[in-house]
């Protein structure tokens, strides 16, 4: 079988994660039903997939430094697949534990994964020598779009949940252990930058006395800023992914199949915004851009919760376009907080590990705070909380101008 180039290789396992991803997503409401969960509870419940990413995270930099990108995405492949199956039989056998643990070990396949894939990502947007990590971002949602595709059908069709997962799980896995084949650098350094010194690209900018003292990425300013600002926008997106769905049906009354249609609006809305936007990042700078980005999406969130008070078509369209710009709004902040923490190729597996554990802090506290939230005030009003996390979005958004000598990429 020929071996995918690098690009290829790269934003095929961006896809195969994201469909995954949408496959569970697209059945939470099922899950809820199946499990007899109050969104309070299935907050909770959620903090099983948190719990297992923040574990994973913090060790994958160093693991994908000893053992290469392609490996470490294998290792969370098998980890989701795993995970996801336990959590379909725990939803069929009404068992919140065994759903927990399925869900624990779906989250540190996720977190593992991820940073695999960005650190993988970073080194071929700095070989093309142009922006394309959201691009790569955009196979993500390309692959959730698809996902949640599948979910109003099976859904419409009842499809069990278990069945559902076990064969997105098949596909996935046959894609992403293909895909893998391709990567290019399997081998990030975590200290002496060996992929940068074997490219040729190393940084001659950079503080050579930092390097030398192999200083810890979690006392690096720039790097923690970051990572807040990839936290807020995570949560934008996040909650997103986890309650819209549910806020649609809750609070519009609308049927179960039209509020994953509602999520796949979203996506579609965020493709367009990863696959458009390097234009704008290369041409205008990556800080205006995401500082537009908090913009659009603080106001479609108040708009998507804002038409539910306007009666018939008009409160429709209204939503429509509020969900859209929540969709753009939340496309560049986590692309473009990657390609910002290795920027500078000398340890960039472990600033993207450190970006990457802040941003999922996210969904450890977003999932049930906003159950909590939404068993107080309503599914869909709980989400209003969401906006405000674009102030400390564009507080931080500075943070993302390229590091002192370091080149474009």
Excluded: K
């Excluded at 109003?152 to 009842?158: E, Q």
């Excluded at 705070?369 to 507080?395: F, I, K, Y």
């Amino acid at each position: 079988m020929r071996t995918l180039e690098p690009r290829v290789a790269v934003a095929v396992v961006f896809g195969a994660n994201g469909f995954l991803f949408a496959c569970l997503v697209s059945r939470l409401a099922d899950v809820r039903s199946g499990l007899s969960l109050s969104n309070g509870a299935l907050g909770v419940l959620l903090l099983a997939i948190s719990a297992g990413s923040l574990l994973a995270l913090p060790l994958t930099g160093r693991l994908v430094a000893r053992f290469g990108a392609a490996s470490i995405v294998r290792l969370g492949l098998g980890l989701d697949v795993v995970g996801l199956v336990v959590a379909g039989l725990g939803v069929a056998a009404g068992s919140v534990p065994v759903t927990a643990a399925g869900w624990f070990l779906y989250g540190a396949g996720v977190g593992s994964w991820d940073v695999a894939m960005n650190v993988e990502a970073a080194e071929v947007e700095r070989g093309l020598g142009r922006t394309i990590m959201p691009r790569f971002h955009a196979g993500w949602s390309l692959g959730s779009f698809a996902g949640a595709g599948v979910g109003i059908v099976v859904t419409a069709l009842d499809v069990p949940l278990l069945a559902h997962l076990v064969g997105g799980a098949v596909l996935v896995a046959a894609a992403t252990l293909s895909a893998t084949a391709g990567f290019a650098s399997a081998r990030v350094a975590a200290i002496g930058g060996a992929a940068g010194d074997a490219e040729g690209r190393q940084d001659d900018g950079a503080d050579p006395t930092a390097r030398r003292a192999g200083r810890s990425p979690w006392t690096e300013p720039r790097t923690l800023a970051i990572g807040v600002m990839v936290l807020a926008f995570a949560v934008v997106e996040g909650s997103a992914n986890d309650w819209l769905t549910l806020g649609l049906i809750d609070g519009y009354g609308a049927p179960h199949w039209l509020g994953v249609a509602g999520f796949a609006t979203f996506v579609v809305a965020m493709t367009t915004g990863r696959l458009l936007g390097p234009v704008a990042l290369d041409r205008v700078g990556r800080a205006p851009v995401l500082w537009a980005c908090s913009a659009a999406a603080g106001v479609g969130v108040l708009l998507t919760v804002g038409a539910s008070r306007i009666d018939g078509v008009a409160g429709g369209a209204v939503a429509v376009v509020g969900i859209l710009l929540w969709g753009l709004g939340a496309s560049l902040g986590f692309p473009v907080g990657m390609s910002a923490a290795a920027d500078d190729p000398e340890r960039s597996a472990l600033r993207v590990g450190v970006v990457s554990t802040i941003g999922y802090g996210a969904f450890l506290a977003g999932p049930p705070l906003l159950g909590r939230l939404g068993d107080a005030v309503g599914t869909l009003e709980s989400l209003l909380a969401v906006a405000v996390l674009m102030v400390p979005a564009a507080l931080t958004v500075a943070a993302v101008r390229r590091a002192p000598g370091t080149a474009p990429a």
